[in-house]
């Protein structure tokens, strides 16, 4: 579809912003916690991706001293951040560093904001991670 074509069928009195999440990187095919580390796309990812947007607030949930772990040993390892990783509380900071499910709301709801600010009018399609669409 043309860009024109794009835009025409937007109201020009608000922003729609569409979300989804980024490519696969080479630790989701390995199944390792991310978090914040800035894992390179893999050959798949590359061809899921189309760069649109980048914004810092966007990144992952940081999920402290877990990232770059697989998922069996960071249960063993840091058992603490791993049950605090998979609580329900939106309150409880990931020990080592990580932060909150509250803190990536706010982070990313501000991040939001201000691009729907900035763009009045434009579709704009956010390329983001899991926890930032989910929250």
Avoid at 56 to 82: C, F, N, T, W
Avoid at 117 to 125: N, T
Wanted: proline letters at 2%; one cysteine or more.
């Amino acid at each position: 579809m043309a860009e024109s074509s794009l835009n025409s069928s937007v109201d020009q009195t608000y922003t729609e912003i569409v979300v989804v999440r980024h490519g696969e990187t080479y630790w989701n095919a390995e199944r390792k916690i991310q978090g914040h580390i800035d894992v390179e796309l893999n050959d798949a990812g590359r061809q899921q991706a189309v760069r649109v947007i980048t914004d810092p607030d966007l990144r992952e949930r940081h999920l402290g001293d877990m990232q770059g772990l697989v998922y069996q040993e960071a249960s063993k390892i840091r058992p603490i951040a791993y049950k605090a990783f998979l609580s329900n509380r939106t309150d409880v900071d990931i020990p080592g560093g990580g932060e909150s499910l509250d803190k990536l709301y706010d982070r990313c709801t501000s991040a939001l904001q201000r691009i729907g600010d900035k763009m009045i009018g434009e579709r704009v399609v956010v390329v983001t991670h899991g926890g930032a669409v989910r929250s």
